[in-house]
Each structure stands twice: as C-alpha cells, then as structure tokens.
C-alpha cells in the first residue's frame, strides 16, 4: 500500500505564491497518473490538477490553468504542485492521489473515483 504525504501548504496573500509537495512511500508513483484535489468547508472535493503515469501530458481545472503548474520527479517518487498568482478562492485543503490502474492516464470526466490512493492533505489559506 502507498502511503501520500503532502507538504508545502501555508498562509499566503493574494498573488502570492506556494509550493505544495507530494511524498510517496511503500509504493513506486512512476507508473501512474497522479492528481490534485482539494476541499473548501462546505463544498465537494474538485480537481485541479492531473498529470499522466508518463509525465508527458498534464491538465488543468479552468479555475487555475496558466497559473498551476504539475510536475514529477519519478526518482524522488514526488509529485509537486507550483502555485502562483494565488486568490482567496484558492484556500482550501489539498490532496494528492495516485490512480488505481498504473499506465492508465486520468479521465477528468470521471471525478475522483478513478484515484485509490490519497494523503491526509495540506491547508492552504490565501488571505485577501
């Protein structure tokens, strides 16, 4: 069983900038496509970001495309999030998640289900 750890959350103004990290023990995250969500109180978990099993295709959620940034670095078995231009609508918790299905790439159609494997989640709170 994989176990997820994110990092790199924080309180930040708008504009400002945040690195979140994604730490992956017990199991390789090379081969499978690899996601970013997160959870404002009162509201369902939405997808920001998604980034294939290969590294060579990412998505965005509209809400945050040119101002995210997904990546890997499969030897360090990290997945990171780069985060500008912050906005206050960003605060929330974020989690990663790793696919069930390796050499499968993530269906945005889908919703959260395709993802068997998450962390705990790191706040990130943008004050206006």
């Known amino acids: 069983q994989v176990q997820l750890v994110e990092s790199g959350g924080g309180l930040v103004q708008a504009g400002g900038s945040l690195r979140l990290s994604c730490a992956a023990s017990?199991?390789?995250?090379?081969?499978?496509?690899m996601g970013w969500f997160r959870q404002s109180p009162g509201k369902e978990r939405e997808f920001v970001a998604t980034i294939s099993w290969s590294g060579s295709t990412t998505y965005y959620a509209d809400s945050v495309k040119g101002r995210f940034t997904i990546s890997r670095d499969n030897a360090k078995n990290t997945v990171s999030l780069q985060m500008n231009s912050l906005k206050p609508e960003d605060t929330g918790v974020y989690f990663c998640a790793r696919h069930r299905i390796p050499y499968i790439d993530y269906n945005v159609a889908q919703g959260p289900s395709p993802f068997g494997s998450w962390g705990q989640g790191t706040q990130v709170t943008v004050s206006s």
């Open positions: 017990g199991r390789t995250l090379s081969l499978y496509a």
